[in-house]
C-alpha cells in the first residue's frame, strides 16, 4: 500500500538555525511530490512541488527540497529558518499509477522556532 | 485569503442529527476534493470530484455523502455519525487538465466537526 512516512513529529529550533525535515514514500512507480505548510490558524497552502527534471526544488520563503530516487526520499530544507516559519509542515505523494487526483499525506512535522 | 471557502468553520452535532458542510471555489478549478484530518493521523482523502462527476471513494462509510452541483460547490451530507467522525474536514480544489500529473492542491479553512 502506498503510504508516506514523516519522522520528525515535533522539531524545535532556535532562529537562524538550518532546518532539514524527512519525507520517504514506499515504492509506487512514478510519482509527484509536494510539501504542504499549514502556518497557526491558516489553511494548507503549497510549499513546493517536485514533476520531473532537477531533483533540487525551490519553493516559496527559501524553503528547497531535494529528490533522491534511490532513498525514495523527498527532504525539505532551509539554511536559516526563522520565527515565522513555525508551522506544520506535511509532505505529500501522488503515485500516478493511483490516478492524477490521488494525494498520499505524511502525519506532518510540527516545527517550533524559538526567537 | 484563500479561494476555497469552507461553512461552517466550526459544528457540534449528536449522532442522530443530520448536517451539511459546504465548500465553494472561486478559482475556476474543474476538480474538488473532501479530506479529513484527525490528530495524529495523515489526511485522507475522502472523495473527489472532476468536471462534476464523482472519481474516487476512497470506501468511506455511507454515513458520509458527496454532492457535487456544479464545479464550483461541494457539499458534504452527514448522517448518523459516531464520536470517532470528530475531525477537521478539509475541501480542496485544483485544475483537473486531463494530464497524467496532479496539479496543486488549493485548500479551504476547514470545519472543525465534534460528534458527541
Known amino acids: 500500500a502506498q503510504s508516506v512516512s514523516q519522522h520528525n513529529h515535533h522539531v524545535i529550533l532556535s532562529e537562524a538555525a538550518s532546518l532539514e525535515l524527512g519525507c520517504n514514500y514506499s515504492?509506487?512507480?512514478?510519482?509527484?511530490l509536494f510539501w504542504y505548510v499549514q502556518y497557526p490558524g491558516q489553511h494548507l497552502q503549497l510549499l513546493l512541488k517536485y514533476f520531473s527534471g532537477d531533483p533540487l526544488v525551490k519553493g516559496i520563503k527559501g524553503f528547497e527540497a531535494e529528490f533522491i530516487k534511490s532513498k525514495f526520499s523527498f527532504n525539505l530544507r532551509k539554511p536559516s529558518v526563522q520565527w515565522s516559519d513555525t508551522a506544520e509542515y506535511f509532505c505529500?505523494?501522488?503515485?500516478?499509477?493511483?490516478?492524477?487526483?490521488?494525494?498520499?499525506f505524511g502525519t506532518g512535522t510540527r516545527l517550533t522556532v524559538i526567537p | 485569503e484563500t479561494g476555497v471557502t469552507q461553512t461552517p468553520r466550526h459544528l457540534v452535532m449528536g449522532m442522530t442529527n443530520k448536517k451539511s458542510l459546504k465548500c465553494e471555489q472561486h478559482l475556476g478549478h474543474n476538480a474538488m476534493y473532501w479530506y479529513k484530518q484527525s490528530a495524529k493521523k495523515p489526511l485522507e482523502l475522502m472523495f473527489v470530484y472532476s468536471l462534476e462527476e464523482r472519481v474516487e471513494n476512497n470506501s468511506v462509510p455511507s454515513r458520509f455523502s458527496p454532492e457535487c452541483p456544479n464545479s464550483s460547490h461541494l457539499f458534504l451530507h452527514l448522517h448518523t455519525l459516531q464520536p470517532e467522525d470528530s475531525a477537521l474536514y478539509l475541501c480542496?480544489?485544483?485544475?483537473?487538465?486531463?494530464?497524467?500529473?496532479?496539479?496543486?492542491?488549493?485548500f479551504g479553512p476547514g470545519t472543525r466537526l465534534t460528534v458527541l
Open positions: 480542496a480544489s485544483s485544475q483537473d487538465n486531463g494530464r497524467d500529473a496532479l496539479d496543486e492542491q488549493f
Open positions: 515504492y509506487g512507480g512514478t510519482v509527484n
Open positions: 505529500a505523494v501522488n503515485y500516478k499509477r493511483t490516478g492524477a487526483n490521488n494525494l498520499f
